[in-house]
Nanobody, 123 residues
Framework: QVQLVESGGGLVQAGDSLRLSCTAS????????QAWFRQAPGEERQFVAA??????YYTDSVKGRFSISRDSAKNTVYLQMNSLKPEDTAVYYC??????????????????WGQGTQVSVSS
């Protein structure tokens, strides 16, 4: 069983930056992908970014502003969020699993989830 612990959320102003961290309790050889999703109030959970076998993937709305990276030695994946906008406000969730490439953006493809961390961006 893999446990994911997120940190780094908070309340910031538009244009500010935040870095989220997600540390896995163990390194599981079965996990190929670590990803970030977010869920705003009243909305469905949405794919944000993923790190898979050294490649990165982003939803269009965060391209050029967010960056996902991984420190394998620390079992940690990061989401650097720059130029934050009020519409980025959501609970951000870390996920881990082994989705096929075509299913990378589906939350149902991930087996392990963190508890979520709140990101609030004021205008």
């Amino acid at each position: 069983q893999v446990q994911l612990v997120e940190s780094g959320g908070g309340l910031v102003q538009a244009g500010d930056s935040l870095r989220l961290s997600c540390t896995a309790s163990t390194r599981a050889s079965s996990i190929s992908t670590q990803a970030w999703f977010r869920q705003a109030p009243g909305e469905e959970r949405q794919f944000v970014a993923a790190f898979r076998w050294g490649s990165t993937y982003y939803t269009d709305s965060v391209k050029g502003r967010f960056s996902i990276s991984r420190d394998s030695a620390k079992n940690t994946v990061y989401l650097q969020m720059n130029s934050l906008k009020p519409e980025d406000t959501a609970v951000y969730y870390c996920a881990a699993g082994s989705p096929i490439l075509s299913n990378l953006r589906a939350d149902s493809a991930y087996r392990y989830w963190g508890q979520g961390t709140q990101v609030s961006v004021s205008s």
